[in-house]
């Protein structure tokens, strides 16, 4: 698990390679015969910055270009949750994962010394589709190699590394100004941790899921080895026969997602989950990082700052009064008060209770939310298809990462339109978040056979059939047309709080 978590610094590098390698730069024009020309080749930049925006000149007309490169490397994170999910609960975590990584790291030193914008952006979007599929295998590489009860410990884990590669990106790029040679020393980290990443042994519950009971076997005993442990007696109880064919079996295939009626409500809430959770987190991040500052620090804080989330999660969780539901549901909430309690404070109130504080509050508790949906996912689905379903909510995931960055424009409606919106969206997804079962010391799922209706407590037992229909449908508006109905919902609010700002 540890080699996972390494991975996860590499991806945090190249998840923020952008925020540095793109930065802009103040810059003078100079005239032509006294009229400034729309395309100028006399550019002077009145900062030391050594950026993309700097060596090809990406300003006035060409600066979309930046947010372009972003934009694809967002699009690769969405290509890749689609693609690789599915794949390695096909062929193997340890293939997709080490064959992902090599190409990663390959496509990064493309980056690297790209020649031209265009080869940049490519690389760029091949890097995304890389990041998010091989992200999302570690992930589940991290959590079934260990026992049920460390999957907290393990999805926490490795989120706090992300935020410590973050940090850590920031402050790489403080010392290393240039940016081909920033992007060179963060790529070149990938090549230490997929060396060490070379003797991973596959995973043993995926093994045991395709009825390779044998080579699991083997594998644990691998594993008790180098803990120090016996294995005298390690046997696992033989799959039957039918259940040994999985591995070609069309009931593992992620259409299982829509066709079992379990896996299709929970799907179906955990997708809306996911895009509030990732709605909510950039749109407070991109907020926050309108403060004035060292862009460095401003990088390595905005790591830093979620970090206090994660040892708030792992004694949540495992408590029995609260769980995974109780706890996801209840920072999801938190979240949301946070972002209305910053429609009522004016804005430069200089004290310590400002908008920034409670943006930077309401960050902590949807990165809080956000770990936690990753643990519960994992879950919450059976090994053989666990992939495919962390994919499919990695990928309503970053809709709502693309979504994000048009919310704060609408500040040209209401001033508090943006948090309004981020309110309800935290508020909504933390009362859907209840419908799900708690998983908190119930038995890891392995195959689709042992997904019953009678094993579960909340969605398959309460809720009768009626009640299943209209939740589905609801659900369906919410994931479609949640930003009309928050639209809708937002008049009434928007009244209220143009008393409170009289008041205040």
Not at 166 to 191: C, D, E, K, Q
Not at 342 to 355: H, K, Q, R, W
Not at 477 to 490: K, S, T
């Amino acid at each position: 698990s540890l080699k996972c978590f390494s991975y996860c610094v590499y991806m945090a590098c190249q998840a923020m390679l952008i925020v540095l390698v793109g930065a802009p730069s103040q810059y003078e024009v100079e005239d032509e015969d006294g009229v400034q020309q729309d395309v100028v080749p006399h550019v002077t930049f009145t900062e030391d910055i050594d950026s993309i925006v700097t060596e090809w000149l990406l300003i006035r007309h060409q600066a979309y270009k930046v947010s372009l490169a972003g934009s694809l490397f967002f699009a690769g994170l969405l290509v890749g949750n689609i693609v690789f999910g599915p794949l390695s609960d096909k062929i193997g975590r340890k293939p997709v994962y080490l064959t992902g990584f090599f190409l990663e790291v390959l496509f990064g030193y493309a980056t690297a010394f790209a020649p031209n914008y265009e080869v940049f952006a490519v690389s760029r979007l091949l890097v995304g589709v890389m990041n998010g599929g091989i992200g999302l295998v570690c992930f589940v590489l991290s959590q079934e190699y260990v026992g049920k009860s460390y999957w907290a410990m393990t999805g926490t884990l490795t989120s706090m590394m992300f935020a410590v590669g973050i940090a850590l990106f920031g402050a790489l790029g403080y010392f290393i100004r240039p940016w081909r040679s920033l992007a060179t020393a963060a790529n070149s980290s990938g090549v230490l941790f997929l060396m060490l990443s070379a003797a991973l042994p596959e995973s043993p519950r995926w093994l045991y899921s395709q009825g390779q009971t044998e080579r699991a076997e083997e594998v644990l005993r691998y594993m008790a080895l180098r803990n120090g442990n016996p294995t005298n007696n390690l046997v696992l109880q033989r799959v039957g026969s039918a259940k040994a064919g999985n591995r070609g079996d069309s009931s593992a295939s992620v259409l299982q997602l829509v066709i079992h009626p379990v896996l299709r409500l929970r799907t179906m809430v955990l997708m809306y989950v996911w895009y509030a959770c990732s709605l909510v987190y950039y749109g407070l991040t991109m907020g926050a990082s309108e403060t004035s500052g060292n862009r460095f620090v401003n990088v390595s804080m905005y790591g830093l700052v979620e970090l206090p989330a994660y040892p708030l999660c792992i004694y949540f969780i495992n408590k029995h009064w609260a769980g995974r539901r109780k706890s996801m549901a209840s920072f999801l909430c938190l979240a949301g008060s946070a972002c209305l309690c910053t429609t009522l404070i004016p804005e430069n109130t200089g004290t310590l209770l400002s908008v920034t504080s409670l943006a930077l509050l309401g960050k902590l508790m949807v990165s809080a939310a956000f770990n936690i949906a990753y643990v519960y996912t994992s879950e919450l689905y059976p090994t053989v298809i666990r992939n495919a379903g962390l994919g499919v909510c990695s990928m309503s995931c970053r809709v709502g990462g693309i979504l994000a960055p048009f919310v704060p424009s609408m500040r040209a409606v209401h001033s508090s339109m943006p948090f309004t919106i981020f309110c309800l969206t935290g508020l909504s997804a933390g009362c859907v978040g209840l419908l799900l079962p708690e998983t908190l010391n119930g038995r890891p799922i392995e195959t689709l056979d042992e997904l019953s209706p009678t094993t579960t407590r909340i969605l398959e037992t309460k809720v009768s059939a009626p009640r299943m229909g209209c939740l589905t449908h609801v659900l369906t508006v919410a994931v479609v047309v949640d930003p009309l109905l928050l639209l809708v919902f937002v008049v009434v609010i928007l009244t209220v709080l143009d008393i409170c700002s009289g008041y205040w």
